[in-house]
């Protein structure tokens, strides 16, 4: 049986962004293989939503809650030292926190998401968040692991646009000229192709103390975007469809357990098929 390579007992997971749309699925995933799972965010409002919901689901789970700015190493450095003081060594670590741009675009607007225009203080907000927030937490909860010398993984979330250039069509409007059609921004190619970087670097580095780093790539997930929108995504996959939520749990389980213990190094592109055309 390999089944039990997935188990997670015993075993404390820390994920940023928690609260957001797969952040959430992320711990269930770990819930599921019986992880503690330590919820990170930015807001308690939204961690405390995130813990009632996992609580609902999995009512003999281990759930805790921290607000951390993961572009803060300051703050970064006072969550560790808050689960050292609750006697919790981190053994996993989802590095998932990002801001993920809404493609919005406004008739009769400069159309900011645009290169041409795109502002420096969302460059520095996004990078600072969804890279470097996962530099901070790999330095912090990294050389924790490899300074115990018991392993431990480390999984960034990337996307299917770490290895893909974002198809711009997808977003046109009618009626708006070519300088005013909204995109989605330069800073998400970049971020979540350092990502994949970050991971090749980081699978090397602490190796010797048994510390693996993967990354996860998902295509889009259905979120109640506009008919059209998914129409136009969903001709681009060969499954022919977009991802539901749930859909990546499984591949969180195998990347965070033992069930890869011979793997790392490596981005895990689970797009549909997109890459493939």
């Known amino acids: 049986m390999v089944t039990h390579r997935f188990d997670l007992t015993h075993k404390s997971a820390l994920i940023t962004g928690a609260a957001g749309l797969l952040g959430v699925e992320h711990a269930a995933a770990l819930l599921e293989c019986d992880a503690t799972v330590i919820l990170t965010d930015i807001s308690w409002e939204a961690l405390d939503g995130a813990k009632r919901y996992l609580s609902q689901c999995f009512p003999d789970g281990?759930?805790?809650?921290?607000?951390?700015?993961?572009?803060?190493?300051?703050?970064?450095?006072?969550?560790?030292?808050?689960?050292?003081?609750?006697?919790?060594?981190v053994d996993i670590l989802v590095n998932n926190a990002a801001i993920d741009p809404k493609v919005m675009g406004d008739q009769g607007m400069v159309e900011t998401s645009r290169l041409e225009n795109f502002p420096r203080?969302?460059?520095?907000?996004?990078?600072?968040?969804?890279?470097?927030?996962?530099?901070?937490?790999?330095?912090?909860?990294?050389?924790?692991?490899?300074?115990?010398?018991?392993?431990?993984?480390?999984?960034?979330?990337?996307?299917?646009?770490?290895?893909?250039?974002?198809?711009?069509?997808?977003?046109?409007?009618?009626?708006?000229?070519?300088?005013?059609?909204?995109?989605?921004?330069?800073?998400?190619?970049v971020i979540k192709a350092g990502l994949v970087g970050l991971t090749r670097y980081l699978a090397t580095y602490w190796c010797d103390q048994g510390v693996r780093c993967n990354a996860l790539s998902p295509g889009?997930?259905?979120?109640?975007?506009?008919?059209?929108?998914?129409?136009?995504?969903?001709?681009?996959?060969p499954l022919g469809r977009m991802a539901t939520r749930e859909e990546y749990r499984a591949a969180v389980q195998f990347l965070c357990s033992d069930a890869s213990r011979y793997m790392t190094g490596q981005n895990i592109v689970l797009d549909g098929g997109r890459g493939v055309w």
């Open 62 to 89: 281990q759930v805790h809650t921290l607000v951390m700015d993961v572009s803060r190493l300051a703050s970064v450095q006072a969550t560790q030292a808050q689960l050292s003081q609750l006697g919790i060594g």
């Open 121 to 189: 203080d969302q460059w520095d907000l996004q990078i600072a968040v969804g890279l470097t927030g996962a530099f901070h937490c790999s330095q912090v909860f990294g050389a924790e692991m490899a300074w115990r010398g018991q392993g431990g993984v480390i999984l960034n979330i990337a996307s299917d646009l770490s290895v893909l250039a974002p198809d711009q069509r997808l977003y046109c409007k009618e009626g708006l000229a070519a300088d005013q059609q909204a995109v989605k921004p330069v800073t998400y190619s």
């Open 220 to 237: 889009g997930v259905f979120n109640q975007q506009s008919e059209e929108f998914v129409k136009r995504l969903s001709g681009l996959i």
